[in-house]
């Protein structure tokens, strides 16, 4: 195997009938076969990138363009917000970045730090980078002189219309490395793109569009570090190594040699990759030790088969592929079976997206057709999607959880939480929770401790800081929930009078100081009836609100 292997486009062939399992990837690495056999869990291979597909294109096309899908629309008019690096002296022009794991701020490259277990001699690493690449669309029209001027709009005499608008071009390239060879030194390659034009005629010689796109000038260096025999600290850092004509170019401009919404995937073989979220207990020096910034790793593809309390008290995700996305994202992101294509707003919900685009008027709807062929082909899925597929975006019971059968007498029967009584005996101000053999309620002090699997990533970041427990919430499926501020916070008095709190499982939290309540705050809350199974419209989230 060469020392460094780069290869542009797709890393994987896909062929049908089959013929993956023979397939190789277009730098000549073997993909793993994909079928038949009673192997174990695959080695990693250009091909187990194709698991985390649907996931890496919806963050690559994140935000790219929202409900309504208009040019006309505010929200459209501001783009391209996550993974977006820019020339450095554009965005340094006023002070150096501050580094941090979220892409949503501008920065001139990304990081990714990860561990990896070496499983075997010869191991390699393949890293995949994507981005998009700025794509200026102008719609010309002919003059009578056969000459060609831009205009905002032109509709031709078949009566479609067509309107100048940014779009943007997938870009991806493969960097395929033994480990022996990056344990000698860092490998840094070209991931740029080249200019381009484009030119389309219209029909009845009304006029043309024109597709330009700038030189992006680009590099990723990957850096192995031997922590001992079988294990090893990765690093793949991307730049932008450009520059732009004046440093007080406007943003839209700027973006024109900025790589947007890039984001990392990395496979290998011989390999496997520790989740920094969920690590085992022996490696977690070693993952604090990781620095991400712009952008943060998680494992991708299907969750582990095995129940959480079979698996090792040592904890310990791990995986044989990565996602490393300017989004903040949980180990194995899945997108929704249900849904049938991209709205490109994770952070809204698919049925009311598709009901909200079926009643833009016809007139929002030719323009959104006319903004971009991404926008016309959201409204033809919608338009043509049969009521089996709508039905199945209401909503869906993923898991049904056992009942624990009742070891004490069984408490007095309560109203459903919709009829009326079913709040009496409830005061989040004055109701405590049993901790750790400590009351806890309102003014109690504790420490923050997220579980590590399962926990929200943003709360994650929390961990071991201090707060006041503001309020005991108990939740429609019997669960309850501590509100906190944290005590660091200096907008935690906003917080409280606005209502908006961090919120927690009685698990995550350790009491500091035991509580001295009244008496009357002695007796917790009156139980509610036990849970009987949980939706994903009911689970609730321990995330800030």
Same mark, same amino acid.
């Given at each position: ?57 919806? !963050? ?66 393949? !890293? ?174 299907? %969750? ?77 899925? !919608? ?106 916070? %200096? ?7 606005? *209502? ?39 689970? %609730?989230?321990? *995330?800030?609100?």
């Amino acid at each position: 195997m060469s020392d460094v292997t780069v290869v542009e486009g797709m890393a994987c062939t896909r062929r049908r009938g089959g013929a993956m399992s023979e397939g190789l990837a277009e730098s000549g690495m073997p993909c793993a076969a994909t079928g038949g056999g009673a192997e174990g869990p695959s080695d990693g291979s250009p091909c187990d990138f194709e698991q985390l597909s649907a996931v890496a294109d919806a !963050v690559l096309y994140e935000g790219y363009l929202l409900y309504p899908y208009r040019r006309s629309s505010a929200k459209n008019r501001v783009r391209w917000q996550f993974g977006v690096l820019f020339p450095r002296d554009w965005v340094e022009s006023e002070g150096p970045v501050v580094p941090g794991v979220s892409g949503s701020a501008d920065s001139w490259y990304q990081q990714t730090e990860c561990l990896l277990r070496i499983r075997r001699p010869g191991a390699s690493v393949r !890293v995949r980078l994507r981005y998009l690449q700025m794509q200026r669309k102008q719609v010309q029209e002919t003059g009578r002189d056969g000459g060609h001027s831009t205009v905002e709009s032109l509709r031709t005499d078949n009566g479609t219309a067509h309107l100048t608008f940014d779009e943007a071009v997938p870009r991806e390239v493969d960097v395929a490395v033994c480990l022996d060879d990056l344990f000698q030194g860092e490998r840094t390659v070209p991931v740029g793109a080249a200019a381009g034009v484009d030119i389309e005629p219209l029909p009845g010689h009304a006029g043309r569009v024109v597709r330009r796109r700038e030189e992006l000038r680009a590099s990723t260096t990957v850096t192995a570090e031997q922590l001992s025999p079988d294990l090893c600290r990765l690093r793949v850092r991307t730049t932008n190594t450009g520059s732009v004509p004046d440093s007080r170019t406007p943003r839209d401009e700027a973006l024109r040699r900025a790589l947007i919404a890039t984001h990392t995937l990395v496979s290998g073989e011989g390999v496997e990759f520790v989740s920094l979220i969920d690590p085992p207990t022996y490696l977690a020096t070693h993952v604090g030790r990781c620095r991400n910034e712009f952008t943060f790793p998680v494992l991708g593809g299907g %969750p582990p088969t095995a129940p959480a309390h079979s698996r090792s008290p040592q904890g310990g995700g791990t995986g044989h592929v990565l996602l490393s996305s300017p989004i903040i994202l949980p180990d194995h992101p899945q997108v929704a079976p249900e849904s049938p294509g991209d709205l490109h707003d994770a952070a809204e919900i698919d049925e009311i997206l598709t009901l909200r685009t079926m009643l833009l008027t016809d007139e929002e709807k030719r323009e959104a057709r006319a903004t971009d062929l991404r926008a016309a082909a959201i409204l033809d899925r !919608v338009e043509t999607m049969p009521p089996e597929v709508f039905a199945r975006l209401h909503g869906a019971v993923r898991s049904l959880a056992p009942v624990t059968p009742a070891t004490a007498a069984p408490a007095p029967e309560r109203p459903a939480w919709w009829q009326e009584g079913a709040d009496d005996g409830f005061s989040p101000s004055t109701d405590t929770v049993l901790v750790d053999g400590v009351l806890l309620g309102g003014g109690s002090r504790v420490r923050l401790r997220p579980r590590g699997r399962g926990a929200d990533a943003q709360d994650m970041f929390l961990a071991g800081r201090t707060a006041e427990v503001a309020a005991v919430f108990h939740d429609v499926d019997g669960s309850v929930h501590l509100a906190v501020t944290l005590d660091d916070d %200096p907008a935690s008095e906003l917080h409280t009078w606005y *209502g908006r709190f961090h919120y927690f499982r009685p698990d995550e939290l350790e009491p500091l100081e035991p509580a001295e309540f009244p008496d009357e705050r002695a007796s917790p809350a009156p139980a509610a009836p036990p849970a009987q199974h949980t939706t994903d419209s009911e689970t %609730p989230c321990s *995330g800030g609100r």
